[in-house]
């Protein structure tokens, strides 16, 4: 029998699955390996994070020790993830119907799913921090950081430096 976190554990990591899984289908549509019967090198990018986000890090998290690792993995998809997406909806939004073309027509929607497989990880990473720093595996003066390792500040900062170097990548190389 499992306990309530058990119960909780279990949850999260099916979200996982299935947050990555509805991921993969939607970008499935727009993102063939092949087309034309040639094959498309970009395509392999949405396969490979479908196969790190249904399988790999629900993987990770359910073997309980190495949910940093897990987090870690998690939380690149969905940040890379996010940041293509948003250029992309940027790009191609009419300017006679902004609102439409983010809201309806954009990626906004796929964010937000890449959005909330990261929280359903930092939850997971969230209670297996706990326990560990129950067992005397970390010190619990130094998790209080916001800005520490895994912790929302440090996706914050990631968040922002990884997004000012795409900007600037697109404006350059345009």
């Known amino acids: 029998m499992l306990t309530v976190t058990g119960r909780v554990r279990a949850l999260a990591i099916a979200g996982i699955v299935l947050s990555g899984s509805g991921g993969f289908l939607i970008h499935f549509r727009a993102h063939w390996i092949v087309k034309n019967d040639v094959f498309v090198p970009y395509g392999l ?38 940041i293509a997406m948003t250029h992309i909806m940027i790009a191609h939004a009419s300017a006679a119907h902004f609102a439409k073309s983010i809201f309806i027509n954009g990626t906004l929607p796929d964010s937000l799913l890449a959005c909330g497989k990261w929280v359903l990880g930092q939850l997971l990473f969230e209670f297996d921090a706990d326990r560990l720093a129950q067992r005397g595996f970390d010190d619990p003066s130094k998790r209080a950081a916001w800005w520490r390792f895994l912790r929302p500040g440090w996706w914050g900062i990631h968040l922002a430096a990884m997004g000012g170097v795409y900007t600037a990548g697109v404006f350059i190389f345009q």
């Open 45 to 82: 990018v949405p396969l490979c994070a479908a196969v790190i986000s249904i399988i790999v890090v629900p993987w990770l998290f359910a073997a309980g020790r190495r949910s940093d690792l897990a987090q870690l993995l998690n939380g690149m998809t969905a940040i890379v993830g996010a």
